[in-house]
Nanobody
């Protein structure tokens, strides 16, 4: 499975960004898609995930501000990020789980700064 993420960038506090991640290769049987992030000096953490047939799961720090969605026909997952805060600055990684294996995208930088 190959994951190609896009949509990062520089935004002011309170602004919005939308990340996209398209899965290709052996994309069938992907059970869960999600987004993680890693800020400088910190561990990688789950931001949001969405299983193929269930409810989305969010980190407490992004609840009410971020929305994850997926288009199974396009094997694509999206992360709509609203009301961004400086503490959201990080490299965001797309993640897929398929047959108990994890796959990662290349990461996209999100910088929230005035």
């Amino acid at each position: 499975v190959q994951l190609q993420a896009s949509g990062g960038g520089l935004v002011q506090p309170g602004g919005s960004l939308r990340l996209s991640c398209a899965a290709s290769g052996s994309a069938s049987l992907i059970s869960a898609l999600g987004w993680y992030r890693q800020a400088p000096g910190k561990q990688r953490e789950l931001v949001a995930s969405i299983p193929s047939g269930g409810s989305a799961n969010y980190a407490d720090s992004v609840k009410g501000r971020f929305t994850i969605s997926r288009d199974n026909a396009k094997n694509t997952v999206y992360l709509q990020m609203n009301n961004l805060k400086t503490e959201d600055t990080a490299v965001y990684y797309c993640h897929a789980r398929r047959l108990l294996k994890s796959y990662w995208g290349q990461g996209t930088q999100v910088t929230v700064s005035s």
